[in-house]
Nanobody, 115 residues
Framework: QVQLVESGGGLVQPGGSLRLSCAAS????????MSWHRQAPGKERELVAS????????NYADSVKGRFTISRDDAKNTLYLQISNLRPEDTAVYYC????????WGQGTQVTVSS
């Protein structure tokens, strides 16, 4: 059974930082294309960043370039998203996704940016 469990969300002030984690099990993580997506209230889910396997090539949405960094630790079956210089518009539920090649989603972790 495939499980993706996100953690690390929370309430942070504008300009702050967070690191999100996604612990994966039940799939061959090192061969999976991993990505982070987010969904803000009233909006569609959107791709934030992705990272390929095994080369680790990354791709980012224009709105997060220079502020977000996606990474993976294949030895720990864990995906990360380092978020810095957070803005109120970054407020959303952040989801981890695996493509191996079947698509799997985590349950999401809430990130709220507010003063």
């Amino acid at each position: 059974q495939v499980q993706l469990v996100e953690s690390g969300g929370g309430l942070v002030q504008p300009g702050g930082s967070l690191r999100l984690s996604c612990a994966a099990s039940g799939l061959t993580f090192r061969w999976s294309i991993m990505s982070w997506h987010r969904q803000a209230p009233g909006k569609e889910r959107e791709l934030v960043a992705s990272i390929s396997s095994p080369c680790g090539l990354t791709n980012y949405a224009d709105s997060v370039k220079g502020r977000f960094t996606i990474s993976r630790d294949d030895a720990k079956n864990t995906l990360y998203l380092q978020i810095s210089n957070l803005r109120p518009e970054d407020t959303a539920v952040y989801y981890c996704r695996a493509a191996s090649p079947k698509i799997y989603w985590g349950q999401g972790t809430q990130v709220t940016v507010s003063s």
